[in-house]
């Protein structure tokens, strides 16, 4: 802390703590704030922008959930790359009035010893508790702290029932108008939490993705996943990194298997990551007599050998942001199918949407997939229309360009 000394006219002030904050006096300070460091971009995301921005201009402090023992961890990468984060208990996915309102006053207090200039909330539970207590230091205390909160997703489709979907909108409609930026990371994104009512267009601003996607061009083991699992060089991989929860509809991969698998006999299916669905999910392929054809690897780091390995690349989830499988297949010069939902189409070209499909049809899932697994040049084209786009607008120098600019605007 600092103490201000009225000495004549002019004004001095002394240090309470290290030296070394002297420095942090000309820099703007970020309290970034998530719910939890899941395998997903958001974690990704924060934690490249937390190490990026702690440099001559920017200070940043990473606070974050615990991830729950069912849930693949990425707090790795915050630590591989030097990122100090502070955990909260209290900071949990699950609704708890309880621990919600812990997490404000947690908050609240890190924000008295932090003092941010700017406070950047990521993911929907984070984004209510760390909106929250800015609210309540800029009302009750006087402070002027810029609130700003990136949707990488909504919870406005497919999560929750009617009745508390109404509740986490009329939240969502309020805090917007406290919150002095909105970041979506698609444009079909932005127009959708528009049409909500959240926010006025003023305040938002598109900021796509942006991931450390170098790696994915790096040379990686391209039979990584044959020798594995001790699988045929000849045999085609067809694979889905994912949470295994309830929203990424992860039947649909497994339905979509049992058409393939009906249509050619040498193909075999990854389902790479972990969740409260495994079991379930396990269970499903063991009912279509697929436990010889669909292996379930767990959660594994080494994702851009996986990607090497794999044919072709599937997304089946029934709401999306940016998917991060999707951005890093195709960095990696893989084909993928997807469903057409949220920001997947603004991921493709005019040729790629032709591998689009609605929600829950795993036949043209299924339809789509043969096409690029039985046509070596319609699989070479869509390689060549997104490898290098899609490396170019979600690296991740280019974020930290726009979120620069952004911050340096708001202070």
């Known amino acids: 802390m600092y103490k201000f000394v009225q000495q004549s006219n002019i004004l001095l002030f002394t240090s309470t703590k290290k030296k070394g904050d002297f420095f942090l006096m000309n820099k703007i300070k970020i309290l970034r704030i998530i719910a939890r460091l899941n395998v997903g971009g958001p974690a990704i995301h924060t934690s ?5 921005l702690n440099n001559d201009k920017f200070n940043t402090l990473l606070v974050a959930g615990k991830v729950p023992e069912n849930e693949g961890d990425m707090s790795y990468i915050a630590e591989e790359r030097g990122v100090k984060v502070r955990y909260l208990n209290t900071l949990q996915r699950e609704l708890s009035p309880i621990n919600d309102l812990k997490s404000i006053l947690e908050i609240d207090k890190i924000i008295r010893e932090y003092q941010p200039d700017i406070i950047h ?21 006087r402070k002027k702290i810029k609130a700003v909160h990136t949707f990488h997703g909504h919870v406005f489709d497919g999560y929750f029932s009617p009745i508390k979907t109404k509740i986490f909108l009329f939240i969502e409609r309020f805090l917007g108008h406290f919150t002095d930026v909105i970041i979506t990371i698609t444009n079909k994104q932005q127009k959708e939490i528009l049409s909500l009512g959240i926010g006025t267009p003023p305040k938002h601003h598109m900021i796509p993705l942006g991931l450390d996607l170098n790696k994915f061009f790096q040379n990686s083991e391209k039979n990584f996943l044959h020798k594995k699992y001790n699988i045929e060089k000849d045999i085609k991989l067809v694979g889905i990194v994912a949470r295994f929860t309830q929203i990424k509809n992860l039947k649909l991969f497994i339905d979509t298997a049992k058409i393939i698998l009906n249509n050619r006999n040498d193909v075999h299916f990854f389902m790479v990551g972990d969740g409260e669905d495994r079991d379930m999910l396990e269970n499903y392929s063991s009912q279509l007599n697929l436990e010889k054809n669909i292996t379930f690897t767990g959660f594994l780091k080494d994702l851009p050998s996986i990607y090497s390995s794999l044919d072709l690349v599937l997304l089946t989830s029934n709401n999306e942001g940016s998917p991060v499988s999707i951005i890093e297949a195709m960095t990696n010069g893989k084909s993928v199918v997807s469903t057409a939902v949220g920001g997947v189409p603004d991921l493709f070209t005019d040729f790629g949407k032709e591998f689009l499909v609605d929600k829950n049809d795993a036949n043209a899932m299924a339809k789509a997939s043969l096409k690029l697994l039985n ?18 607008k979600y690296n991740y120098s280019r974020l930290v360009n726009d979120l620069t600019k952004t911050y340096k605007e708001l202070t």
Do not use: W
Not at 48 to 52: A, H, P, R, V
Not at 381 to 392: S, W
């Open 121 to 141: 909330t990521h993911t929907a539970k984070a984004g209510f508790v760390g909106r929250a207590a800015v609210v309540l230091n800029n009302f009750l205390r």
């Open 48 to 52: 490249i922008l937390s190490e990026q």
């Open 375 to 392: 046509n070596d040049n319609l699989n070479s084209r869509f390689i060549q229309e997104h490898q290098d786009p899609t490396y170019k």
